[in-house]
C-alpha cells in the first residue's frame, strides 16, 4: 500500500453540489434507521462494503477477465477481481466462480444462455408458489423465450412436491431444471433434484439468490456439491454490494464465462466486484457464522411470534430466513397488511401464497424476514416484540394507532440502530 489518500465518498461534496440528491440519500439513511425492515431480501451492508462501492473501481472499462482484457490497464482491477474469485471458491467449496454479473437475474440469464437455446424446455417453480419471474414468467425473457414447466408446492403441506417434479421431468424431459425461489421458507432437497436431473438427463440450476447467506455461514446445506451451476444475488443475506454471481463446475467454466460475457454483458461493474470481494471476506468470518445461524433463529422466533397472534405461517414455519405468512385466518388481505405496517413504520411486503384465492395485486400474506434486523443485533426476544407491534399495525383499520405504534418501533431501533452514528 502507498501513501496515495482515499479518493471516497465525501458526502459534503455531494451536499454542496447536488442538495437535492444529497437530502435525498440522507432521507433514505434516516428511514432505514427510524424504521424496522423486515424485506427478506435486504440487509445492510458494511461501511467497508460501501466504500469499495463508492470507488474509483468505478470508472475501469475491463471488459473480459482478468488477464484476457480488451482494455488497458486494468492490472488493479485484475487483483481485485481474481481475489473474489479465490474467496468464492473457498468459502463455498466450489471449482469456477464468475462474479460480473450485474444481479442475480443478469446471473439467471447468463446461466439460461450457457445451458438453453430459445425454445428448449426448461422446468422451475411456479411464481405464485414462491418461484421468482426469471423461472418463466410470461412478462420475463424466461417465459417468452423458453417452453416453460412450471412445478409447484402439495396443498395440503405446502412443501415442493417431489413426486410431482419427477412425473413432470419424466414427461417433458427439460433441458435444465431450476430450484430456488423467492418466498418457499424451507429448505430444498438438493440431492432428490440431482436424482432427478440425472434421470431426465437436464442440467440442474440452483438459483440460490435468497439463502446462499445462509450457506456461506454453514447455517444451511449447500447446492454446490449438487449442482452444476449456482447463480445467486450478492445483497441479500449474504449482505454484499447489489450484485450477482455464478458458481459452477470446471466443466461448464467455459460456458458460463462465455455466457456472462460477452452473451448477456458488456464491461463489469469493477467498484462491485471489489465491494463483493470484501463481502466474501467478512462472510467468512466466525461472527458471520454465528450471524446466519442467530438470522434463522430469529425467523422461527417471529413466525412463531405471528402464529400466537393468530397469523398462520405457511408450511407451518421456516428453515430459513424468511416467513411467509397467511392473514386469510384473521380476514385481511397482503396489500392492506402491507399498507398499514407502513404508517407504523414497519416496512415488509404483501405476498401471494400458494392456492391464493386473491389476485398478486392483493395477496393473501406478507413475507418477513430477518437478515436486516438480526445486522442490527436484535435476538428473538425483540422478535416477540415485532410480532406484536405487526400484529397492533395490521389491525389498526383507522390508522388511529399508527402513530403510538411508530414510537414503539422508535425504541426497539434505537436499541439496536441500523448505521449507528459515530
Ligand atoms: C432476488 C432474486 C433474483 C433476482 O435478483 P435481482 O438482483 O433483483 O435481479 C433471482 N432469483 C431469485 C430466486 C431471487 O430471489
Known sequence: MNSTPFWGPDFDE?????????SIVLSELDRLRSGIQLIASENF???????????????????????????????????????GIDRAKALFGAEHANLQPHSGASANIAAYGAFV??????????????????????????????????????????LIDYDNVRELAREHRPKMIITGATAYPRLIDFAAFREIADEVGAILMVDAAHFIGLVAGKAIPSPVPFADVVTFTTHKVLRGPRGGMILCREEHAAAIDKAVFPMMQGGPLMHAVAAKAVALKEAATP??????????????????????EGMRPVSGGTDTHLALIDLQGIGLTGDVAE????????????????YDPQPPSKGSGIRVGTPAVTTQGMTEGDMATIASLISRAVRDEDGTQAAAIADDVSSLVTRHPAYPRG
Request: with cysteine; proline share 5%; hydrophobic share 40%.
Open 339 to 354: 399498507m398499514r405496517c407502513d404508517a407504523a413504520r414497519i416496512t415488509l411486503n404483501k405476498n401471494s401464497i400458494p
Open 14 to 22: 455531494l451536499a454542496a453540489e447536488d442538495p437535492e440528491i444529497a
Open 287 to 308: 461472527e458471520y457464522q454465528a450471524y446466519a445461524s442467530q438470522v434463522i433463529v430469529n425467523a422461527q422466533a417471529l413466525a412463531a411470534g405471528l402464529a400466537d
Open 117 to 158: 437455446k430459445p425454445g428448449e424446455t426448461v422446468m422451475a417453480m411456479s411464481l405464485p408458489h414462491g418461484g421468482h419471474l426469471t423461472h418463466g414468467s410470461k412478462v420475463n425473457f424466461s417465459g417468452k423465450w423458453f417452453n416453460i414447466v412450471s412445478y409447484g408446492v402439495r396443498e395440503d403441506t405446502e
Open 45 to 83: 451492508t458494511s461501511p467497508a462494503v460501501l466504500a469499495a462501492l463508492g470507488s474509483t473501481l468505478s470508472n475501469k472499462y475491463a471488459e473480459g477477465y482478468p488477464g484476457k482484457r480488451y482494455y488497458g490497464g486494468c492490472a488493479e482491477v485484475d487483483r481485485a477481481e481474481i481475489i
